[in-house]
């Protein structure tokens, strides 16, 4: 989150958790046009089309009323099935659900993991991969990490 000032940023969390969502993730990719910002929102009864219009008509004064002269191209998006587990609270909500981890280093001579999500215990998670090994994944090593989607 480089990309924004801190008070832009935290802007954006507070008009997102008062509309009663959670401000899951933003991602940035720069346009020929700006920079784009994907706003993830997440809630207890999921997203729907409607929770995204109403996000965005709320956050977009915000970039309105920013006083830099960049050009902000704006969506805002559910995280989807295959969402990224980011924090803490993340790891534990989805505990049993299949995960998808690609380490920033070499663990056990490996960059990518898969398997059940066991558990969390401070900044360790613990897996059980397709060997039916359990492996202890520090949280800080994690480049990216999602769940795999089940479809049935």
Do not use: A, W
Request: glycine share 4%; with cysteine.
């Amino acid at each position: 989150m480089d990309y924004l000032e801190k008070s832009l940023e935290q802007q954006l969390f507070n008009s997102v958790e008062s509309l009663g969502y959670e401000l899951m993730d933003l991602e940035f990719s720069p346009q020929k046009k700006g920079l784009k910002i994907t706003v993830f929102i997440d809630h207890d009864n999921g997203i729907d089309i409607d929770d995204c219009v109403n996000t965005t008509k709320e956050i977009s004064p915000i970039f309105e009323d920013d006083e830099c002269d960049k050009s902000y191209i704006i969506e805002v998006s559910s995280p989807g099935l295959d969402r990224k587990l980011i924090n803490k609270e993340h790891f534990d909500k989805f505990i049993g659900k299949t995960i998808k981890i690609k380490l920033k280093n070499k663990l056990l001579d490996r960059k990518n993991f898969k398997g059940q999500l066991l558990n969390r215990v401070k900044n360790t998670i613990t897996i059980n991969d397709h060997d039916n090994k359990k492996i202890e994944i520090d949280i800080k090593l994690i480049d990216i990490c999602r769940i795999v989607p089940v479809f049935k």
